[in-house]
């Protein structure tokens, strides 16, 4: 029987974790740097670089969800995928939760709420949930090439397309949008607002698993996409010495920019021409089954080891990320894989 896995989208999974685990590490001490020094450029060159992260996860749970070939009842669905989310959410920000109140002495007023929202990183959590509660509606269109095609369209235009010609174009207006979202993120996320905004990144990746594309199309989507890593390098270097601030406006995950970046890598490692050993397909499946894990726990890796003084200053920053990055990963990836081959744990929170 032949083996249909794609171990092309496990190794695009197990990237995608390192690259959320980079743009952690490169964040932690960006703002403490001296705007346009070489650190603070270092910075900007690694996570500009690696913020095709979120886009590509998104993408290929489309890839996977709304394909419909892939047989997938909405019991299913709920019972086991979307429950999977709730569950690791609210064992992850009640670990945190308790954490701030334990170890940061935080008081203890805001503890249920810290627990229902959770910390930010986990507001991809909420993201993901409100998507798989709509998979249904969508695996319906996605039936249909032409009207997945305009549904996409118009959803990209309205969520990635103008949101980014208006960040060219009204410092005031991205300044109110960005304040609001600073003071009512939270409540974005709970009602569902942040999944709205991807479900146009969630068909694309669907698209793009469905289409054949042509050599000489992708290889222009490549340099489309190393043009897009340097154009957020330069815009995030051009409006922070503007603004003699860091201005990140185009880091958002939904800018063109950065979709542009995030649709070459994941067209890329889709069509990567290898040829993988038994060997190497068993650690490809393994580190990836743990990459979820690697997400849950990284943020948490990563603030012990930087209270323990391990941090991207200690030495230069073009070879202390990705250093702390891949130490980060690893410890992540042991711990997942520890929690993965418990069952009950490995069922609902990893």
Known sequence: MADKRNYNIDLLRILAAL?????????????????????WMTYNLYDSAVRWAVPVFVMISGSFLLDPAHTLSPKKLYTQNLLRIITAFFCWSTV?????????KKPTDSLLK???????????????AWLYIITPLLRKITLH???????????????????????????????RVDKIFNEKGDYFMLFGATGAMYIGVYLLGYMLSAAMLKKPVRILLYVAGILSWLLTVWLAYRYSRLSSEQDLRFYNYLTVNVLIESCA?????????IRWNE??????????????????????VLNILHRLGLRTTLFPAFLSIPVISVLVFAVSLGVSAVLN???VLKKYIV
Request: glycine residues 2%; charged residues 15%; proline residues 4%.
């Open 341 to 343: 081959r418990i069952p």
């Open 19 to 39: 690259a959320v685990v980079t743009i952690h590490v490169s964040a932690k001490q960006m703002y403490q740097a001296e705007i346009s020094s070489i650190r």
């Open 96 to 104: 945190c939760a308790l954490g701030n109140v334990l170890i940061l």
């Open 114 to 128: 810290d627990i229902v929202f959770g910390p930010d990183y986990l507001w991809f959590l909420y993201m993901i």
């Open 279 to 300: 060997k190497t397909k068993r650690i490809i499946t393994a580190v990836s089954r743990d990459s979820f894990g690697v997400y849950l726990v990284h943020i948490i």
């Open 145 to 175: 090439k032409r009207l997945t095609t305009i549904v996409t369209a118009v959803l990209l235009l309205i969520t990635s397309v103008i949101p980014t010609i208006f960040r060219f174009i009204s410092n005031a207006e991205n300044a």
């Open 265 to 273: 890598v994941f067209v890329l490692l889709r069509h990567l021409p």
